[in-house]
């Protein structure tokens, strides 16, 4: 059952526009939720992060967002850069599991 | 920054055949690592967790005597693939919980091939 969900597996835009990346989560208990960059052939890397105990988190040109109501969290990614081409997952964890549920990950493509 | 070494980067060997995969954290302790498997275009799973000088907590439908997880070190995790077969085939990546609340780090995976 996939409590971590990324219903747009791609996603194109424009050099210079923003890159909003949505993910949905089903389970209540998680906590903690992060964005990973990955490029093919490796492993993910670290993006950004949010605790539930806010709805907005910024680090240069991410921004995270978290409507914990709904159950969904957003990446915003401004603006984009041609390097920000690769997949993009959203992951989750809750305060007392050290386990990471991942989203499939969306595929962005920025075009020059 | 913490850095998760992962080898080898590619294997390919034949069916019937063990391969085995090490995850190395290089200027930390990790107390607990993480094995995980994609297959293309599909989302990280989490095969199961291993935590140094326990036995590894696989995950369900895991087959635990086929996937070999040893944690004998605070900085060495390995992963052996025992017999393998052609639908084994798949990249492989451990993540090494960083000890800072909520860390983790990746390694770079393994594209494993059984032919």
């Known amino acids: 059952d996939q409590q971590v969900k990324q219903n747009s597996p791609s996603l194109s835009v424009q050099e210079g526009r923003i890159s909003i990346l949505n993910c949905d989560y089903t389970n209540s208990m998680f906590d903690y939720f992060l964005w990973y960059k990955k490029y093919p052939a490796e492993g993910p890397t670290f993006l950004i992060s949010i605790s539930s105990i806010k709805d907005k988190n910024e680090d240069g040109r991410f921004t995270v967002f978290l409507n914990k109501s709904a159950k969904h969290l957003s990446l915003h990614i401004v603006p984009s850069q041609p390097g920000d081409s690769a997949v993009y997952f959203c992951?989750?964890?809750?305060?007392?599991?050290?386990?990471?549920?991942f989203g499939a990950g969306t595929t962005v493509t920025v075009r020059a | 920054g913490a850095v998760v070494s992962q080898h080898p980067s590619w294997v390919i060997c034949k069916s019937g055949t063990s391969v085995k995969i090490e995850c190395r954290s290089l200027?930390?302790?990790?107390?607990?690592m993480f094995w995980y498997r994609q297959f293309p275009k599909q989302s990280l799973m989490l095969m199961a967790t291993s935590n140094e000088g326990s036995k590894a907590t696989y995950e369900q439908g895991v087959e635990k005597d086929k996937f070999l997880i040893n944690h004998a070190s605070l900085t060495l995790s390995t992963l052996t693939v025992t017999s393998a077969h052609p639908e084994d085939s798949s990249f492989y990546i451990c993540s090494a919980n960083t000890g800072v609340f909520y860390g983790y780090t990746f390694g770079s995976g393994t594209r494993l091939t059984v032919v």
């Open positions: 200027d930390f302790q990790a107390t607990t």
């Open positions: 992951a989750a964890r809750g305060s007392n599991d050290y386990k990471l549920s």
